[in-house]
């Protein structure tokens, strides 16, 4: 009977790569090791082995490896775990990816490399080795030591920069030069490709297992999970982006459920046979003659891979607040490359840009480094004593100033991991709005008016469609008045660089969807229009003339959303909640050295900045009820300071000051009742109808500061209070308005205005 070639190379693989992996568990050596020595022994370049002989099924087979390789380091990754890294392993990870990349780019030019050899190179050099690092902390016995939390954190952030860079990479292949345009065209659609994530992997995914998994044994689960995987494959494939990004993202999907352990254990021995292949395929590729023909470049990439990795890591560590020796302990573990760099190496010769000689280099500089990783390892303490000693003492200073011992703990903190989980909910969900819109007019409305308008108008109009309803959105992407933002800016001065690179980001996203109208109408190259469009987007940012727009659609979907909940609180008889009982008001003596001395208000922008405000001064004998901006406190006066409790603590910061053990809500201060009656506070609730001249208006058209002398604290609508709401929120018939002011201007509103 006549046995097909890939059963028969099959075999010679399966066997070569089970003895040769014996052999290296033996000498307690990486089994990727062992599968690239012996992909090597049966391929063409050494005769002196069986031989595989059809390599183009083989080929497929690793293509399929890679997806199952990507799938499953998905399945490791969700949302939650990216939100518990901390603001150490993002800054780290983006410094040494880009340092990395650009060290690369260098590297490749002066070996003589062509322009995509080199871009690539640095892709591949870029990425650590997930694998190696853990096998070496684990046989250090070093897992459980504090920066080895540091490293994995790292590690989970350059997986998702690999994922970019990857898209990155295709896209600036099919042109074979780096087009701003469609960069930005094919992030973009990566954005809407991860709405679509976001999508089934929160409402129905979760779901469609949790109502079928008690029908479903091992062998249906299995079916089911590898059906997403290739299902996502596809999706990506039709939206022009590699089968690995596919993967990722599906097993990502798969990661946010009940059930990942169970899918994980079942996809494991699919994952480990496609897998093998994969690495045998690239021993395959390794040419004994070409090694020897590029011994320079390779002993050179490995210069750079080690010192590079070890500089950027280490750098990236310092920078995010983390001591001397921990960051070093981190640079020397990073320094080497790993399965990612294969994997973007095949992405490069699979598209046909890079050059054959290209990936046997890589190869041998991740053999090399893997080999050198524990060496590095155990030599970093003594290392890091003798460059402690080298390093001036005022330096030394400095950095102990910056820098601290107790940061991973600190980020730990529940703060960090409510602001990165929110802010990744808006990038996601108003990006992907912004985005929406976007592809909508040039799909849709700009082909429409075409039809009906001349072509070069029908461009115009799309384009200031677009613009204007994505502007809309700017605002509450950036966030900027942000109380968590504002205590994880004041906690640490360590914080602020993460936090700055966050918002840097938010900044980038914005502008590649802005550039993509201009692109696809006009043809504009946008590279020097990027940083015009970010001079925009960070006036937008603050400019809240849209914001009313906005707010409306917030509140009713906000509305919308708690509705049964609302509605079932009221049916039970349930306790409203009222603006009066969710603010605080606090009151302090102003010391003698504190910041906030002889500046007005106005330069203040406690507002803006803090989410409070100053409602009252008392000044020896004089007292200021809502205080003009252009009033300044001076040492001895009692401040009385209002806002939500979070930016209230913030405030404490600001004014270097210990918080009082239990700051009163508005009601308990109201209620509290002081002797000053005429200078008194106070507080009131009105039910708007609809015949008030400032019903249906913005709150800044009805000049309640300088007409009523009157501060509107918020609206309750429907149920949902909105608390301090910006200036643009419209007074709705049917909200209940909340105002503060002196008692006499409180009263004289509820006369005017009150049922």
């Known amino acids: 009977m006549h046995i097909p ?64 390789l990507m799938f499953h380091l ?28 650009a060290m690369g780019y260098a590297a490749g030019r002066l ?115 590898l059906g997403v995987c290739f299902g996502m494959v596809i999706l990506a494939g039709a939206l022009g982006f590699s089968s690995a990004l596919g993967a990722f993202l599906a097993g990502s999907l798969l990661a946010g459920t009940i059930h990942v352990e169970r899918i994980e254990h ?3 021995g699919v994952k480990d046979l496609f897998g093998a292949v994969f690495f045998l395929s690239v021993g395959m590729m390794v040419n004994p003659g070409t090694l020897v023909e590029y011994a320079f470049p390779i002993v050179v990439v490995t210069l750079v891979t080690i010192a590079g990795k070890l500089i950027f890591s280490s750098l990236g560590m310092l920078l995010s607040g983390q001591t001397l020796e921990n960051s070093l302990l981190c640079g020397f573990s990073l320094a080497q490359i790993g399965e990612f760099a294969f994997i973007i190496a095949s992405l490069g010769m699979s598209l046909g840009v890079t050059g054959d000689y290209l990936y046997p280099i890589v190869v041998s500089v991740s053999v090399i480094t893997t080999f050198t990783t524990p060496f590095f390892i155990k030599a970093a303490p003594s290392c890091i004593k003798a460059i402690e000693k080298k390093l001036p003492d005022r330096l030394v200073g400095k950095l102990n100033q910056y820098t601290s011992a107790e940061q991973t703990e600190n980020e730990k903190d529940n703060e960090w991991y409510l602001y990165i989980k929110k802010y990744f909910f808006r990038l996601v969900v108003f990006g992907g709005l912004m985005l929406f819109i976007t592809l909508l007019g040039l799909h849709v409305l700009e082909p429409f008016l075409k039809a009906h308008m001349q072509p070069a108008v029908a461009d115009m109009a799309a384009c200031a469609v677009i613009y204007i309803l994505i502007a809309i959105f700017i605002g509450p992407l950036m966030n900027l008045h942000n109380n968590l933002y504002t205590s994880l800016w004041l906690k640490r001065r360590s914080f602020r660089l993460p936090l700055l690179v966050l918002t840097l980001i938010k900044v980038a996203v914005i502008t590649i969807i802005a550039m993509i109208p201009l692109a696809e109408l006009f043809k504009v ?8 469009l970010v001079a925009v987007i960070a006036v937008l940012a603050k400019y809240d003339g849209m914001t009313g727009w906005y707010l409306q659609l917030e509140t009713r979907f906000l509305r919308n959303f708690n509705e049964r909940l609302i509605e079932r609180e009221e049916a039970q008889g349930g306790k409203q909640t009222w603006l009066h009982d969710k603010l605080h008001i606090i009151s302090f003596i102003a010391p003698e050295k504190v910041p906030i001395l002889g500046i007005t208000l106005r330069e203040l922008e406690l507002g803006y900045r803090f989410n409070v405000y100053v409602v009252k001064i008392r000044r020896k004998d004089k007292t200021y009820i809502l205080p003009d901006e252009s009033q300044t406190i001076m040492a001895g006066d009692k401040v009385y300071v209002i806002g939500e409790e979070m930016a209230i603590l913030n405030f404490y910061k600001l004014i270097d000051s210990e918080p009082c053990r239990r700051m009163r809500t508005l009601r308990e201060f109201m209620d509290s009742g002081y002797p000053d009656i005429e200078n008194a506070l106070s507080v ?40 301090m ?25 509820l006369s005017d205005y009150a049922e």
């Open 725 to 749: 709401p910006n200036a643009s929120m419209i007074i709705s018939k049917g909200d209940i308005m909340w105002a503060l002011g002196s008692n006499k201007n409180i009263g004289k509103l």
């Open 74 to 101: 998905g399945l490791e990754f969700n949302l939650h775990k990216l939100a518990r890294v901390g603001s150490t392993a993002i800054i780290t990870a983006i410094v040494e990816v880009a340092g990395i990349l």
């Open 684 to 723: 009131c609730a009105i039910k708007i109808t609809g015949k008030e001249p400032f019903a249906g208006k913005p709150i800044r058209s009805g000049n309640f500061r300088k007409e009523r002398n009157c501060m509107i604290l918020g609206l309750q609508r429907g149920g949902l209070p909105v608390i």
């Open 525 to 532: 190259q946008p590279i020097w229009l990027f940083f015009i």
């Open 266 to 268: 079942l996809t494991k």
């Open 5 to 68: 070639a890939l059963i028969s190379d099959l075999a010679v693989m399966l066997i070569t790569a089970g003895l040769i992996t014996i052999l290296f568990k033996k000498i307690k050596q990486p089994l990727v090791l062992g599968y690239i020595l012996a992909g090597f022994l049966i391929s063409s370049y050494f005769p002196f082995f069986p031989t595989v002989v059809d390599t183009e099924n083989i080929s497929t087979w690793s293509e399929i490896g890679i997806i199952f």
């Open 111 to 225: 070996l003589g490399f062509g322009t995509m050899d080199s871009i690539f190179l640095g892709g591949m050099l870029s990425m650590s080795s997930t694998t190696i690092i853990i096998k070496a902390f684990d046989e250090l016995g070093l897992k459980k030591k504090k920066f080895t939390e540091l490293v994995f954190g790292t590690l989970v952030i350059e997986d998702i920069a690999g994922i970019f860079m990857m898209v990155i990479l295709s896209t600036i292949s099919v042109s074979r030069h780096v087009s701003g345009g469609e960069v930005a065209k094919s992030l973009s659609m990566m954005i809407l490709y991860l709405v679509i994530w976001l999508i089934l992997g929160i409402y129905f995914i979760p779901t469609f297992l949790n109502k079928t998994i008690r029908i479903m044994n091992d062998e249906m689960l299995l079916i089911v999970s």
